[in-house]
């Protein structure tokens, strides 16, 4: 069963289980391999996924994120979008920029 968040929490965020943010986190979140982050609030920070991680982002990221895992877009990365790990991005996303490393 998925772990939900709903308040506001100061950073980092660790995630090594399955994690549905709906509140923000103030500062950073780590995607850990084995872990998914389901976003649906905002984190402030950056977003890292490792490899063997996976963040599905329909809210907001205010930094970047660096995927080394996998990453579904389809809400909005104010920075920018880096890594080698696998990508969907939709449509109506809005990302800040790309780059593959």
Do not use: F
Request: glycine share 18%.
């Amino acid at each position: 069963m998925a772990r939900e968040i709903r308040e506001k929490l100061e950073g980092p965020l660790e995630v090594a289980d399955v994690c549905c943010l709906y509140g923000m986190v103030v500062g950073d979140a780590h995607v850990r391999a084995g872990g998914t982050l389901e976003l649906y609030g905002t984190v402030t920070g950056n977003v890292h996924i490792e490899r063997g991680g996976r963040a599905i982002i329909n809210g907001t990221v205010s930094g970047s994120v660096r995927n080394e895992g996998r990453v579904e877009v389809a809400g909005v990365i104010g920075g920018n979008l880096t890594g080698d790990g696998s990508r969907s991005v939709t449509p109506q996303a809005k990302v800040g920029g790309w780059s593959s490393t």
